[in-house]
């Protein structure tokens, strides 16, 4: 037997698998770089954890009247990044309320943003400004006695959507 020859030999790792280490190594990068390049790694955006109430008050001699929803706290959230949405809201003209006109168009959603530019609708901007929306912030719209809505979170980058709270009118079925 040869021992001097067996104590000289260097080699290790037969250079086969060295090889296949090398590629596996390779295999694994490339798919970890694609998952995070292509958007698989999963969404960092969470959906604010905050309170909201809602209060509505009747108006004398019509079937519906004022509707406020008011951030009772938790989490500051943009004012863009909060919708109510549903049906109820005010989509007639009558002489007798207090606002002139209505966005007889825009039915549907009220985002807290855009409020203002609604006759039916109005924001306090108090403390939250025109880009926040926190505690004490509220905002009010005109809708009929048989509402349903809903106070729905939706992300800037669109990946993300909650409901925060929800109402229905006090002659809802």
Do not use: C
């Amino acid at each position: 037997m040869q021992v001097r020859k067996l104590l000289k030999e260097e080699d290790a790792v037969s250079p086969v698998i060295g090889v296949i280490l090398m590629v596996a190594i390779t295999v694994i990068l490339a798919a970890v770089i694609a998952s995070f390049v292509l958007g698989l790694g999963g969404s960092t955006t969470k959906t604010p954890q905050a309170k909201f109430t809602w209060d509505y008050n009747s108006y004398n001699g019509w079937a519906g009247g004022n509707l406020t929803v008011t951030h009772d706290g938790g989490a500051t959230i943009k004012a863009k990044e909060l919708v109510i949405r549903g049906q109820g809201f005010n989509s007639t003209v009558d002489s007798s309320l207090p606002f002139k006109e209505v966005d007889i168009v825009n039915k549907g959603d009220r985002t807290w943003a855009d409020a203002e530019a609604n006759p039916t609708t109005t924001t306090s901007s108090k403390k939250g400004g025109d880009s926040a929306v926190v505690s004490g912030d509220y905002m009010t719209a005109w809708v009929n006695n048989d509402y349903d809505l809903r106070l729905v979170y939706e992300s800037s980058e669109g990946d993300n959507s909650a409901t925060l709270a929800s109402d229905t009118g006090p002659n809802t079925s």
